[in-house]
């Protein structure tokens, strides 16, 4: 998990906003909040990201 390359969207912007950060982890994909990544992270499987991205934009 130290070696993660961690990134949040490309429309995000660096005026303070709250903003979810995500990387690849091989099978699974981790979350976590970029204002404090210290404080851990989520493991989703990717099918369970996709359906979660998809009900948000929907």
């Given at each position: 998990m130290r070696n993660a390359t961690w990134r949040k969207s490309?429309?995000?912007?660096d005026t303070g906003g709250e903003c979810v950060e995500?990387?690849?982890l091989g099978a699974a994909v981790g979350v976590r909040d970029s204002k404090a990544?210290?404080?851990?992270h989520l493991?989703?499987?990717r099918a369970s990201l996709r359906v979660l991205v998809s009900r948000?934009?929907?």
């Open positions: 490309s429309r995000s912007n995500v990387a690849d990544p210290a404080a851990g493991c989703v499987d948000i934009k929907a």
